[in-house]
Structures are given as C-alpha cells and as structure tokens.
C-alpha cells in the first residue's frame, strides 16, 4: 500500500533507459509476447511499470512472474514459466543482467542475453548486449 501511494504521488517514478521502450514496443508490434521475472511480486511488478518516466507500459506485456514460480537462480523456475506460458524453453529468450539467472535460464533450455549497462560486467558464457534496440528477435 505504500508503494502504491508512492507512485501515485509521483514519488516514485521508475525511469527506463532510453531503448527500453522502442524496443518493448517494437517486439510487440512484431507480435513477440513478452513477460517479466522478477523477485519482486507480480504487484509490485505492475506498479513499477505502469508509472515509469515514461508512462504506463505494463500493455506491453502478457505475463508477470515473481518467485512464486521458484527463486531465480534455479532451472527448475524457468521450466516452470515455460510451461505456464506453453512455450517449449528453446522459443524463449531471457534477457537479464544477472549472470547468475541467465545461467539457471539456460540449464532451463531458454536462449539468453546479458544486457550490460553502466557498472555491469559483461559476460563470458552468453551473448552481450548494451543497447535494446540491437538486439535483433526473430519470431
């Protein structure tokens, strides 16, 4: 309830690099369902990106998972969320900035990407990325 009131009131507002947005929207337009993994809960999930700085994108997204599917550093989780959105594991992609998820991702069976940003160190076992919009999906 308190985060609630805190993005209502602005005070809260969740700023998203600049290539997140035309990125998401781009995906979407090319029809690539998207979803969110985070060990914040679903709620707390929906909050964040319905009040970003810019502006509502939780659209954007089909599916939000949160731990209850299985901590994040664990293959099994992403078996799961595999089979909740009824996807064979090698049709999804997983992109992250923790080593760590994208290795049990990939033990999983998913494709990964390790989106380095400023103060991340690039990875040695899955392809980086800097930048959203070069990151190319095929559908």
Do not use: C
Request: charged letters at 20%.
């Amino acid at each position: 309830m308190i985060w609630e009131d805190g993005y209502r009131q602005r005070a809260f507002v969740p700023e998203l690099y600049g290539d997140v947005l035309p990125a998401l929207t781009q995906w979407r337009v090319r029809g690539i369902r998207l979803g969110i993994y985070s060990s914040g809960s679903e709620q707390a999930q929906q909050l964040l990106f319905a009040h970003t700085n810019v502006g509502d994108v939780t659209s954007l997204f089909e599916h939000f998972f949160d731990t209850s599917v299985g901590e994040n550093k664990i293959a099994s989780s992403y078996s799961t969320i595999s089979e909740q959105i009824g996807l064979p594991p090698y049709h999804i992609l997983f992109l992250s900035d923790m080593e760590g998820e994208l290795d049990a991702a990939a033990s999983a069976g998913f494709m990964t990407a390790h989106i380095v940003r400023p103060g991340t160190d690039a990875s040695t076992r899955h392809p980086t990325h800097t930048d959203l919009t070069h990151l190319l999906i095929e559908r």
